[in-house]
């Protein structure tokens, strides 16, 4: 994760720039340097979270010189096999964005639906023992 941390440093700084050079040559043009701003904080966002996950983990098989095929063998992470919150978060996003054309009741019926579906899909094995299988 120490590479990819560096790469999307690497993007962040490149858009940072981006952005300033197109903010200082277009006259603060809102719409580019906004998008070029954003860029740059989506980049940082991934290069922080790839640094914090090689802290806390750290190396991976794939970052060592020294290690074998069997090193990187076994479950990866758990993933859940069925679950309803998926289908109720599209469902959810799907009513909001009609509710943008056809107006604030039905927004609000939608940012219900997904803020339920979303909160499911967070909570929905938060008190699972690590290493357990259902």
Do not use: N
């Amino acid at each position: 994760m120490k590479a990819e941390s560096a790469l999307f440093c690497g993007v962040a700084v490149f858009f940072g720039g981006s952005a300033a050079l197109y903010a200082w040559w277009s006259h603060a043009d809102p719409a580019g340097t906004a998008a070029l701003v954003v860029a740059c904080l989506m980049a940082a966002v991934v290069s922080f979270f790839c640094f914090v996950q090689y802290r806390r983990k750290g190396p991976r098989p794939q970052d060592r010189r020294d290690a074998e095929v069997v090193d990187a063998a076994g479950p990866l992470e758990f993933f859940p096999p069925q679950s309803v919150w998926p289908i109720l978060t599209a469902l959810g996003f799907a009513v909001l964005c009609t509710g943008v054309v056809y107006g604030l009741w039905l927004f609000l019926i939608g940012f219900g639906v997904l803020a339920r579906g979303v909160l499911g899909l967070v909570f929905q094995y938060a008190r699972r023992v690590p290493g357990e299988r259902r």
